[in-house]
Nanobody, 115 residues
Framework: QVQLVESGGGLVQAGGSLRLSCAAS????????MGWYRQAPGQSRVLVAE???????NYAGSAKGRFTISRDNIKNTVALQMNSLKPEDTAVYYC?????????WGQGTQVTVSS
């Protein structure tokens, strides 16, 4: 079993920045992909950004140029630096670690961007 604990959410004004962090523990699979997803009220959970063990990254179009994902393979952590935040970034953000066929989720952290 894998446990994911997120931190760093909160309330910020439009144009501001937040940094989300996630720490993984337990039976973490090797060669995995860690990422961040978000779910706004009434909407589906969608990918924001993900990063492989080798450092390859993938960003949603809405995140490109504003968000940066990074990870520490020794500490089993992943972070999401979010800059130039917009009200439409408001959502619950979930940390994820996956390696087929397993998929693990954190409990989520709320990010609210006020206009």
């Amino acid at each position: 079993q894998v446990q994911l604990v997120e931190s760093g959410g909160g309330l910020v004004q439009a144009g501001g920045s937040l940094r989300l962090s996630c720490a993984a523990s337990g039976s973490i699979p090797s060669m995995n992909t860690m990422g961040w997803y978000r779910q706004a009220p009434g909407q589906s959970r969608v990918l924001v950004a993900e990063i492989t063990s080798g450092g390859s990254t993938n960003y949603a179009g809405s995140a490109k140029g504003r968000f940066t994902i990074s990870r520490d393979n020794i500490k089993n952590t992943v972070a999401l630096q979010m800059n130039s935040l917009k009200p439409e970034d408001t959502a619950v953000y979930y940390c994820n670690i996956k390696k087929w066929p397993n998929n693990y989720w954190g409990q989520g952290t709320q990010v609210t961007v006020s206009s």
